[in-house]
């Protein structure tokens, strides 16, 4: 059962830049191997794609976040990071680690297996 740690949320005004970080443990494959990614959910929405990182390095984008998101990830550190700059209020919710074993298939709102629990991430205007 792969395990998923975040960190990095808090609060922030418009305009201004966050790093969120995940940490996965107890994969049964290499870190390498696996699609991970990043979801949000905001008070009464639905959880959504934002960004994901494929087994290959390549990355895929929501419209709403392209731009300004960036994810990335060290495999050496099994360490997925979504760098979120020129932050809006919109971007205010919760913000989830994700993960499939395999590749992505559906790039940013892949059909996750694992998911962390979550970092809130406030955007004042």
């Known amino acids: 059962q792969v395990q998923l740690v975040e960190s990095g949320g808090g609060s922030v005004q418009a305009g201004g830049s966050l790093r969120l970080s995940c940490v996965a443990s107890e994969y049964t494959y290499s870190y390498s191997t696996y699609c991970m990614g990043w979801f949000r959910q905001a008070p009464g929405k639905v959880r959504e794609g934002v960004a994901a990182i494929d087994t290959d390095g390549s990355t895929s984008y929501a419209d709403s976040v392209k731009g300004r998101f960036t994810v990335s990830k060290d495999n050496a550190k099994n360490t997925l990071y979504l760098q979120m700059n020129s932050l809006k209020p919109e971007d205010t919710a919760v913000y989830y680690c994700?993960?499939?074993?395999?590749?992505?298939?559906?790039?940013?709102?892949?059909?996750?297996?694992?998911w962390g629990q979550g970092t809130q991430v406030t955007v004042s205007s």
């Open positions: 994700a993960t499939k074993g395999g590749k992505c298939y559906g790039g940013f709102a892949f059909s996750a297996n694992y």
